[in-house]
């Protein structure tokens, strides 16, 4: 009978230093996270870069598979799905909040100055009725999936590719209408004079670049 006990450990080594590099911690306690939270929280995010998939496979992860227990001081494999399900409303809460603080960090750890923002949206379906949801809508579906209720995903990245600022619209959300919204938040949110008096270049595909799109960036 063979009784050998597997937990990869590689993975998990690299994406903790990298999650000290970046305050993580630090950030989750400025927007009200527990120390178990942020365990949790931590489970959740490490779950997703280094096994993609549901809170379902992300429990399979960490409960048999990951030796990211051995790094933590109060939660131990024997987790429910439905710890990671709260975990993660948590988390989108405080999206805003843990989204500019952490690119902030990323800004002061690397000297980033603003050149370039690429910005693009792209949707996401769901396959039950979803008829209570506010944001879950009919829509043009880029996956061919007109029948499904949707989502719509933004993301600015910058020159190197690291993320600026994200949102989630309704599945029917006119895609060159959001971007006025997101530079202002982008905008709204800097505090640093040099960082406000910065105009990066703006990347766009041809459906988001309407003329009004276009006068409003010149102006």
Same mark, same amino acid.
């Given at each position: 009978? *063979?009784?050998?006990?597997?937990?990869?450990?590689? /993975?998990?080594?690299?994406?903790?230093?990298?999650?000290?590099?970046?305050?993580?911690?630090?950030?989750? &306690?400025?927007?009200?996270?527990?120390?178990?939270?942020? =365990?949790? /929280?931590?489970?959740?995010?490490?779950?997703?870069?280094?096994?993609?998939? $549901?809170?379902? &496979?992300?429990?399979?992860?960490?409960?048999? =598979?990951?030796?990211?227990?051995?790094?933590?001081?109060?939660?131990?494999?024997?987790?429910?799905? *439905?710890?990671? +399900?709260?975990?993660?409303?948590?988390?989108?809460? &405080?999206?805003?909040?843990?989204?500019?603080?952490?690119? *902030? #960090?990323?800004?002061?750890?690397?000297?980033?100055?603003?050149?370039?923002?690429?910005?693009?949206?792209? #949707?996401?379906?769901?396959?039950?009725?979803?008829?209570?949801? =506010?944001?879950?809508?009919?829509?043009?579906?880029?996956?061919?999936?007109?029948?499904?209720?949707?989502?719509?995903?933004?993301?600015?990245?910058?020159? #190197?590719?690291?993320?600026?600022?994200?949102?989630?619209?309704?599945?029917? &959300? $006119?895609?060159?209408?959001?971007?006025?919204?997101?530079?202002?938040?982008? +905008?709204?949110?800097?505090?640093?004079?040099?960082?406000?008096? /910065?105009?990066?270049?703006?990347?766009?595909?041809?459906?988001?670049?309407?003329?009004? #799109?276009? /006068?409003?960036?010149?102006?």
């Amino acid at each position: 009978m *063979d009784f050998s006990y597997y937990r990869s450990v590689g /993975a998990e080594l690299l994406t903790l230093h990298f999650w000290k590099t970046l305050k993580l911690d630090q950030i989750l &306690q400025e927007c009200s996270f527990s120390e178990k939270e942020i =365990e949790l /929280a931590k489970i959740v995010i490490l779950g997703r870069l280094l096994s993609p998939g $549901s809170e379902r &496979q992300t429990l399979k992860w960490f409960n048999e =598979e990951s030796s990211l227990s051995e790094f933590l001081r109060i939660v131990k494999p024997g987790l429910k799905k *439905d710890v990671l +399900y709260r975990i993660a409303d948590r988390i989108l809460e &405080q999206k805003p909040g843990i989204e500019r603080r952490l690119r *902030d #960090n990323l800004k002061s750890l690397h000297s980033l100055i603003d050149q370039v923002y690429l910005y693009d949206l792209t #949707n996401t379906y769901f396959e039950s009725s979803k008829r209570n949801s =506010e944001i879950c809508k009919r829509g043009k579906s880029k996956e061919k999936r007109d029948d499904c209720p949707l989502v719509t995903l933004a993301l600015v990245v910058d020159q #190197n590719g690291f993320p600026v600022y994200s949102r989630i619209y309704s599945g029917n &959300q $006119s895609e060159p209408k959001t971007l006025k919204d997101i530079l202002h938040e982008i +905008y709204d949110d800097k505090e640093d004079l040099l960082d406000r008096l /910065a105009r990066p270049s703006v990347i766009m595909d041809r459906g988001i670049a309407t003329k009004e #799109n276009l /006068a409003y960036l010149r102006k």
